[in-house]
């Protein structure tokens, strides 16, 4: 009985031991920061996630939702904890509050199809611009975007790419670095191009809901991000997610 009774004290003790679960979410379409793979998000930002909130006791349970706009509504709505890796917008910012820190900082650029006579930046007149629920591209672009007359936007980024080779689209803002990753595994790398003009220069953060239970700790894991960085940790892993991401089927 004895036994029994000091069973039933350590059940609810281990229950306490077990670490917090953490649930995040992030943008599936943007290697080698993140993306979807296997039903799973992979990519640089979820692994520092992991490593950053397992240093802190937390458990993590990553979510895929489909497109990135799900994501963000998921993380308004308090069903998510974390965004693993955002820019930073006005928009945003009254939603979200970002780490000091970023993770990477993120080129962007127009990419257009090999057909496209002009190579000048897109423009309000009859260019159509393609774009993937839920991205954003910084305040002075969004701006733009919202009176651009032509604006199509897909859940995924083998749809746009494949509409900027056939000419369905004449332009496509993506960071340069993931739109080059896109194209060599989409064999369109000889169909597609960047515009030589730097878009915007833009950073991606960790981004947690406002009222999140990870809000007071976000200075930490701004520190942390900056001691990896300082590190070249985010340096030495980024080949690795570019080549996972390449030799994935």
């Known amino acids: 009985m004895l036994m029994f009774f000091s069973l039933l004290l350590f059940i609810p003790a281990l229950a306490l031991a077990q670490p917090a679960v953490i649930t995040a979410c992030g943008h599936p379409e943007t290697p ?11 990519g640089i930002a979820p692994h520092l996630v992991r490593k950053l909130l397992s240093e802190q006791g937390y458990h993590l349970n990553m979510r895929v939702f489909g497109n990135w706009k799900r994501c963000q509504l998921a993380a308004r709505r308090g069903q998510v904890d974390l965004l ?19 993770i990477v900082a993120d080129p962007v650029v127009l990419f257009t199809h090999f057909g496209n006579g002009s190579r000048s930046p897109w423009d309000l007149s009859s260019n159509t611009l393609g774009m993937l629920f839920g991205d954003s591209f910084g305040d002075d672009f969004d701006q733009k975007v919202r009176r651009h007359p032509h604006v199509e936007r897909v859940s995924t980024g083998k749809q746009n790419f494949h509409k900027l080779a056939m000419g369905r689209i004449d332009y496509m803002p993506i960071g340069l670095i993931t739109g080059r990753l896109q194209a060599q595994k989409l064999a369109l790398a000889d169909r597609v191009q960047p515009l030589p003009a730097l878009l915007t220069l833009e950073y991606y953060h960790l981004a947690v809901p406002k009222g999140s239970v990870l809000e007071p700790l976000l200075p930490v894991l701004s520190a942390r991000l900056q001691e990896l960085a300082e590190e070249h940790y985010i340096a030495r892993i980024t080949p690795f997610y570019e080549r996972k991401y390449l030799d994935a089927p």
């Open 32 to 42: 080698p920061v993140s993306w979807e793979q296997d039903n799973e998000l992979t």
């Open 84 to 102: 693993v890796a955002a820019y930073k917008t006005h928009a945003r910012e009254r939603n979200f509050v970002f780490s000091h820190t970023p």
